[in-house]
């Protein structure tokens, strides 16, 4: 009876700090109606923008969906709802656990939002057809992609940036650990397909090893490490970039900064001078 006393409580919650969520974006989004939408003002909304309700839930519905069209609910419940969870958060868990850093989903509120997100999406997707006929229309199904492809690009840049701004981590350590936030979930689709693969060859070759039969050859397994798909190289990409920005960035301040204090120097040598002369530099 507690138990379900607190989960009540963690729902409530969620649907408080969901609806406060909500109406100051609508806010915002106001205000960038007003200010008109140029490309300045989008970047601004779409870095800023808070990942509960607009970011979360369609990611969680994508992953869910992912297994869903894979194994056509052919699978058990629980395998289903694993891999949907290991789809949807197994690069930041990876990460966290190369960086020995606190799971996010151990974290509080923010974790129990994250999994109930996650378990709601699962139970709307595995068990509501209309819901799967619905979020399989072509707008829909574009928008999420869309969505699923932003949040995917944007948990890369900030986990790429955050390890160049305050980690002793080397720099390709930075690109690989980046691009694992977003390829984490396709690394994990790609070794359950494996040990299936293993796992009915094994029980191929158990049934036949009394029989004559002649050997087939076995059928190649294709994964991302083997035969990288354009989804799975835009993740290591964009972290490349990233990387490649930071330092591009360094470089001109570190020439600006060395450049004030050549000016500075001249000055406080020949007081004579003016202005004109930092600015003729």
């Not at 800023?48 to 069209?69: G, K, M, W």
């Not at 980046?178 to 994990?188: E, I």
Request: a positive charge; proline letters at 3%; aromatic letters at 12%.
């Amino acid at each position: 009876m507690d138990f379900m006393m607190k989960w009540m409580d963690v729902v409530s919650g969620s649907i408080k700090e969901g609806s406060v969520v909500l109406s100051s974006r609508m806010m915002e989004i106001g205000v960038i109606g007003m200010n008109e939408w140029n490309y300045s003002n989008l970047k601004t909304f779409g870095l800023t923008l808070s990942p509960f309700p607009f970011l979360l839930i369609p990611h969680c519905i994508l992953s869910c969906r992912t297994i869903s069209n894979k194994y056509s609910g052919q699978d058990t419940f629980l395998h289903s709802l694993i891999l949907s969870i290991l789809v949807a958060y197994s690069g930041s868990i990876f990460v966290s656990l190369l960086l020995q850093t606190p799971l996010a989903l151990l974290q509080g509120f923010g974790g129990d939002l994250m999994m109930l997100t996650l378990i709601g999406s699962w139970i709307l997707v595995r068990f509501v057809p209309p819901f799967r006929s619905f979020i399989s229309l072509r707008f829909v199904s574009a928008t999420l992609m869309f969505l699923g492809s932003f949040v995917r690009l944007r948990n890369v840049m900030f986990m790429t940036k955050s390890l160049l701004e305050g980690s002793t981590v080397s720099v390709w350590a930075c690109v690989f650990l980046g691009g694992l936030v977003g390829t984490g979930g396709a690394l994990c689709v790609d070794l359950d397909s494996i040990l299936s693969r293993a796992a009915s060859f094994s029980s191929t070759v158990s049934s036949t090893v009394s029989s004559s039969t002649s050997k087939q050859p076995a059928s190649k397994i294709v994964s991302n490490i083997s035969s990288p798909t354009w989804f799975f190289c835009t993740a290591y990409l964009s972290s490349s970039l990233v990387v490649l920005c930071h330092f591009l960035l360094n470089s001109v301040a570190l020439r600006t900064f060395y450049r004030e204090k050549v000016v500075k120097a001249i000055l406080e040598v020949l007081p004579e001078m003016t202005l004109d002369i930092s600015v003729n530099f």
